[in-house]
């Protein structure tokens, strides 16, 4: 089975070494090349690879950006993507698009046929290809099943129903689950548009629960409110937000 493949990255000498590595590798046809974003983005809709090598940072638009415009693109056939960079700092947001691989520059031969094996599977089963968000969003569901990061020198996929509870620290979130805690670099605003809000609910400017482990609302004796979670964890609810603490306690 012959995969008709694209490779892009803005360094000549870097697809010239890719080339050379993919010759050893008889299901790879390897149908253009190109140096910017605008150029990935015509090939692929011209050429329509299944598999496309792509270098994150290119001129113009980064390796994400043209995911994100190929798939927006009804007219575009979406390949499989494995991204080529020498930073590792993108591998989670790799993974969380439902990327084949991520090469971390200079990558092995071995490496490579790795990522190639991979790609193969992939293109066996057509319903697991191309790049996605996350799983739900195969099914039409706009929001996170899990939540993809590095967490002392792994990379974790974890399940948003895991999630106790996620409190704000400065310039970081610390998630909670019923055994560990994890402090990720996000804001609180971008990780509740991620989040189902029929499972969760932001109850304070730095705190948002999960409802399914929530067991009653306090009021204390000094008029403030705390969500008391099953576990017996308290979470601070400002007055501000206590409306929609109410709305959902009308609902349910």
């Keep these: 089975m012959m995969i008709h493949t694209a490779l892009a990255d803005d360094e000549v000498l870097a697809r010239q070494k890719l080339r050379q590595f993919l010759r050893d590798e008889p299901e790879i046809d390897i149908v253009g090349e190109c140096a910017t974003a605008t150029e990935t983005i015509e090939l692929v809709r011209s050429a329509r690879p299944e598999l496309l090598f792509l270098d994150v940072r290119m001129p113009g638009m980064d390796g994400f950006d043209v995911?994100?415009?190929?798939?927006?693109?009804?007219?575009?056939?979406?390949?499989?993507?494995?991204?080529?960079?020498?930073?590792?700092?993108?591998?989670?947001?790799?993974?969380?698009?439902?990327?084949?691989?991520?090469?971390?520059?200079?990558?092995?031969?071995?490496?490579?046929?790795?990522?190639?094996?991979?790609?193969?599977?992939?293109?066996?089963?057509?319903?697991?290809?191309?790049?996605?968000?996350?799983?739900?969003?195969?099914?039409?569901?706009?929001?996170?099943?899990?939540?993809?990061?590095?967490?002392?020198?792994?990379?974790?996929?974890?399940?948003?129903?895991?999630?106790?509870?996620?409190?704000?620290?400065?310039?970081?979130?610390?998630?909670?689950?019923?055994?560990?805690?994890?402090?990720?670099?996000?804001?609180?605003a971008r990780l509740e548009q991620r989040l189902n809000p029929e499972m969760f609910l932001r109850v304070h400017r730095a705190s948002i629960v999960n409802l399914q482990f929530v067991k009653e609302v306090r009021s204390e004796t000094n008029g403030d409110f705390t969500v008391a979670l099953v576990d017996g964890q308290k979470v601070p609810m400002s007055r501000s937000y206590r409306s929609r603490v109410s709305e959902w306690l009308v609902r349910s």
């Design 67 to 188: 995911v994100s415009t190929l798939a927006a693109s009804k007219d575009i056939y979406m390949p499989s993507i494995i991204f080529t960079t020498a930073h590792d700092q993108y591998a989670v947001r790799a993974f969380e698009i439902n990327a084949v691989d991520y090469l971390l520059k200079p990558f092995t031969c071995e490496r490579l046929r790795s990522a190639v094996h991979r790609a193969l599977e992939r293109t066996k089963a057509p319903e697991a290809r191309g790049p996605q968000r996350n799983e739900s969003s195969r099914n039409g569901d706009p929001y996170s099943t899990r939540i993809v990061f590095k967490s002392r020198g792994r990379i974790l996929f974890l399940p948003v129903s895991d999630i106790r509870w996620i409190g704000a620290e400065e310039n970081y979130v610390r998630i909670r689950t019923e055994t560990e805690t994890h402090l990720l670099r996000e804001t609180m």
